[in-house]
Antibody, heavy 116, light 107 residues
Framework: QVKLQQSGAELVKPGASVKLSCKTSGYTFSTSYMSWFKQIPGQSIEWIGM????????GYNQKFKGKATLTVDTSSSTAYMDLSSLTTEDSAVYFC?????????WGQGVMVTVSS | DIQVTQSPSSLLASLGERVTITCQTSQSISNNLNWYQQKPGQAPMLLIYYATSLQTGMTSRFSGQYSGRSFTLTITSLEPEDIANYFCLQHYSAPLTFGSGTKLEIK
């Protein structure tokens, strides 16, 4: 069955960067899209962007350009998201999801806390 | 960006009751809208895609309809396991945008 397993919770200092992972199984990763989302607890969800694993092509929400960088490793069927220059406003739960139209299968989410 | 206005923000309903949640988009998106259910501490689950198609494995108590820029999610007979937050998402154009969510609780 389709599974998306995200890395564990992160506590990072302001100004630092963090790399989140999303390891997949149960489907053909190399011909699929992966989308990433941000959710501040108790709030709605924002679309960060998406990446096509076949060629690494990306599309970003303008709001997250320069903040998020999406990459993939097809050899391990894993997608990554780098978040840079973190501030307290980046504290949130981040989800990966298969597909480019919102996603049908989602990872369990990873909490990123930015605090000194 | 396409704005998605979701209502109500919260909803108290009785078990067995018919429940309707609405999303209105700021411009026409055809049927490019999904509905998601999210329980506390969990990832969203896809319920309805392309406005009216029930995702495989989801109960047929959920259904979606649309007319113009107005989209509805209906639960025909509320069950305890339906208590959750519900979000709509337009995927007609980037950036994809979500409604603000509806918190569904038991009366």
């Amino acid at each position: 069955q389709v599974k998306l397993q995200q890395s564990g919770a992160e506590l990072v200092k302001p100004g630092a960067s963090v790399k989140l992972s999303c390891k997949t199984s149960g489907y053909t990763f190399s011909t699929s899209y992966m989308s990433w989302f941000k959710q501040i607890p108790g709030q709605s969800i924002e679309w960060i962007g998406m990446i096509y694993a076949g060629d690494g092509g990306t599309g970003y929400n303008q709001k997250f350009k320069g903040k998020a960088t999406l990459t993939v490793d097809t050899s391990s069927s894993t997608a990554y998201m780098d978040l840079s220059s973190l501030t307290t406003e980046d504290s949130a739960v981040y989800f990966c999801a298969r597909g480019q139209l919102g996603g049908d299968y989602w990872g369990q989410g990873v909490m990123v806390t930015v605090s000194s | 960006d396409i704005q998605v206005t979701q209502s109500p923000s919260s909803l108290l309903a009785s078990l067995g009751e018919r429940v309707t949640i609405t999303c209105q988009t700021s411009q026409s998106i055809s049927n490019n809208l999904n509905w998601y259910q999210q329980k506390p501490g969990q990832a969203p689950m896809l319920l309805i895609y392309y406005a009216t198609s029930l995702q495989t494995g989801m109960t047929s108590r959920f259904s979606g309809q649309y007319s113009g820029r107005s989209f509805t999610l209906t639960i025909t007979s509320l069950e305890p396991e339906d208590i959750a937050n519900y979000f709509c998402l337009q995927h007609y154009s980037a950036p994809l945008t979500f409604g603000s969510g509806t918190k569904l609780e038991i009366k």
